[in-house]
């Protein structure tokens, strides 16, 4: 019966034009009852089989089946952003000669052209299909690619015949599901904390001091974390970015809100991603009023430094792994490795700013990963998206090779290295 091996996980059904697309009813039941939140994409086909409006009832989400149909938010890149796992279920012959090619002439072959999460497709198909070596050199090259593709079964078919095709029993698809979340859930268990976007300093009422930071980097790495397992907490400076499913947002205003906000979490984190651009200054005086106009003579507003949070919390560490961006201009590396060894850091992400490029509310960025062991790995230009995926794995990487140092061993550890 119904258990949570799936609780907390978002899964995408893609429903094709088979004649088993009725059995999809029953799997998007049972993966709900195991507590996955599941969202229904069906091609054209599939709406000839089964009514779009089942799917919607009893997933409670809207089920989509065009490309064209909501040109603001562009399902086809929106919907496998926020899942973990897509799950076709039946296939037909014809999606998974789409997926093998590349092809993307519906909303869920070009979604699964976009997507970076895992894929399982449960094929159906009369026996004579799935015999076609055209299909079979299919199969092999997405499984070569890390689909994964369950055989289907053998017993009688749609038209009468005895032979290989029938849709995978539901239970096979269900514990193929659990596996390939259980899989990609590489960080379950991990506590990890992410600072993210601008502080804003007020000068009065209405103006502030604030910088061009969008946040998306962070959001994408709590978004990313979140993904692989992890308990994500997100601490935020003012964006325009909608909180994020299943992680914790907490939302500051200025340094110094940031700063209690991660001092008071710090403790139980296993690992702090500090990605927010976190003002330097603040004015000495903040006038609680508006100032107008009229009344300014020309007086200079006296700024003071804020803390420096990431050198504060490394000063604390008992077991965390720390984790900075540095946003420079020019020497990116030397600028980098001054930040890692000067802040005691495990790693540094630094990526450049100012000029046309600049990671400054952009949605790719270019980043070089320095680590404390004198790894530097420099990334190609890419979606902020992928590139949190990118720091992830050299995080996971790094905390393979090297268990968190106690402070004491890193102080050593810096100053051999110097
Ligand atoms: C009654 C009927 C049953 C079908 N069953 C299947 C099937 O089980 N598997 C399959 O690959 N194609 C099946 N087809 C053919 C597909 O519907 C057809 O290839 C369609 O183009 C698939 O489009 P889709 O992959 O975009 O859903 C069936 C067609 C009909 C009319």
Redesign the pocket.
């Known amino acids: 019966m119904a258990d949570s091996k799936l609780q907390g996980t978002r899964v995408l059904l893609g429903v ?5 697309a009725y059995k999809a009813v029953g799997l998007l039941r049972t993966l709900m009852g195991h507590g996955a939140d599941v969202s229904v994409v069906m ?4 709406t ?2 089964i009514a779009p409006l089942t799917f919607e009832v009893l997933s409670k989400h809207p089920v989509a089946t065009d490309i064209f149909s909501g040109h603001q938010d562009m399902p086809h890149l929106s919907l496998p952003e926020s899942v973990d796992l897509i799950v076709l279920a ?7 000669a ?1 997926f093998a090619l590349g092809l993307a002439d ?1 909303l ?2 070009t979604l699964l052209l976009t997507t970076q999460c895992p894929v399982l497709i449960a ?4 026996g004579d ?1 799935w015999e076609q070596p055209v299909i079979k050199q299919h199969v092999q090259t997405l499984r070569a690619r890390g689909v994964v593709v369950l055989e289907p079964e053998v017993g009688e078919l ?1 038209s009468g015949k005895f032979g290989r ?1 029938r ?1 995978p029993n539901e239970e096979t698809i269900v514990e193929a599901v659990c596996e390939q979340v259980a899989a990609t859930k590489e960080l379950a268990g991990r506590r990890i904390l992410i600072s993210a976007g601008p502080t804003r300093e007020p000068i009065d009422a209405v103006r502030f001091i604030s910088n061009g930071s969008s946040g998306k980097m962070g959001y994408a790495l709590a978004r990313a974390a979140h993904k692989r397992g992890a308990e994500v907490t997100l601490v935020s400076g003012p964006t325009s970015l909608h909180p994020l499913w299943g992680v914790e947002c907490v939302s500051v205003q200025t340094a110094e809100e940031m700063s209690q906000a991660l001092q008071s979490r710090f403790g139980a984190a296993d690992v702090l991603i500090m990605t927010a651009a976190v003002g330097d200054f603040r004015p000495l005086h903040r006038r609680e009023e508006k100032l107008k106009k009229r009344d300014w003579q020309g007086e200079p507003i006296e700024l003071e430094r804020t803390t420096d949070i990431l050198a504060a919390l490394s000063a604390q560490r008992t077991h965390q792994l720390l984790i900075g961006f540095a946003a420079e201009t020019n020497d990116l590396i030397e600028n980098g490795r001054e930040k890692l060894e000067k802040k005691r850091l495990d790693m540094v992400v630094v990526n450049q700013v100012g000029g046309r490029d600049s990671a400054f509310d952009n949605e790719t960025n270019e980043v070089i990963v320095l680590t404390r062991h004198g790894k530097v790995t420099p990334m190609p230009r890419m979606s902020k998206h992928l590139v949190a995926n990118r720091i992830l794995d050299e995080l996971q990487e790094f905390q393979l090779a090297s268990p968190a140092l106690p402070p004491q061993s890193l102080s050593k550890h810096y100053s051999e290295s110097k």
Do not use: K, Y
Request: glycine residues 6%; hydrophobic residues 40%.
């Open positions: 094709t034009g088979s004649i088993a091609t054209d086909s599939a000839r089989f039946p296939c037909t012959a014809n999606t998974i789409q519906n869920l072959s094929p159906a198909m009369d299909m749609a095709g849709l």
